[in-house]
């Protein structure tokens, strides 16, 4: 089974202001911890798997990025995270949620649906090399998940990088395709940064 990496369509933008500071402001506003601990917790998120849920249960304010309205894209990958309009949630919600958490974001008054992917997939070990630089250890060299690991899991992250990126399998995209939903582009290089 093939695995894509899921990214923005070259020349998209986000498409709203919110990020991890901002984030961080928010939960910080309304709960007793420290920008610190908040900030700490949600830059670690997407490798130890945690809940945005465990900070605070409340939804997210932001704004639109008046180039990004234009696009009118239904999903956008959103830093490690996918951000999904409330049509493309009520496709996609109960077939994703398994594989992750979803918190509600207010967006100009718009109620939009983040998704923070909390699921692995198994690397296959003797497809996997790590790049070395100087003797030291330096990003990964190639990237392959086990075809039996993947097959039911539509989303799902990398230990070995980090839980930076989101992949999905053919069935996914095959979903995303046959919806005519927009905002994702599939990449088969696994780990092409561009």
């Keep these: 089974m093939s695995a894509y990496y899921l990214k923005k369509p070259n ?5 709203v202001d919110l990020n991890t500071v901002t984030m961080t402001n928010q939960i910080v506003s309304n709960t007793d911890l420290t920008f610190e601990v908040v900030v700490r917790k949600l830059m670690a998120l997407h490798y130890d798997n945690s809940n945005i849920a465990d900070l605070w249960k409340g939804e997210f304010d932001c704004h639109f ?19 999904l309009t409330q049509s493309a949630y009520n496709f996609l919600g109960d077939k994703i949620h398994p594989f992750g958490e979803f918190v509600k974001i207010n967006a100009d008054g718009e109620s ?3 998704f923070n992917p909390k699921v692995f997939a198994k690397e296959d070990p003797t497809l996997c090399e790590m790049n070395y630089v100087d003797g030291f250890e330096d990003g990964v060299k190639s990237l392959v998940f086990l075809n039996e690991d993947i097959q039911n899991k539509l989303l799902f992250k990398s230990k070995l990088q ?15 395709v046959n919806s005519e939903l927009e905002g994702l582009s599939f990449d088969s290089d696994l780990l092409n940064p561009f």
């Design 11 to 15: 020349g998209s933008y986000d498409l």
């Design 65 to 83: 990025i008046p180039q990004a309205r234009k696009q009118n894209f239904g999903i956008n990958v959103l830093g490690n995270f996918l951000l």
């Design 162 to 176: 980090g839980g930076d990126c989101i992949y999905c399998n053919e069935v996914f995209k095959r979903l995303i």
């Design 112 to 114: 939009l649906m983040l």
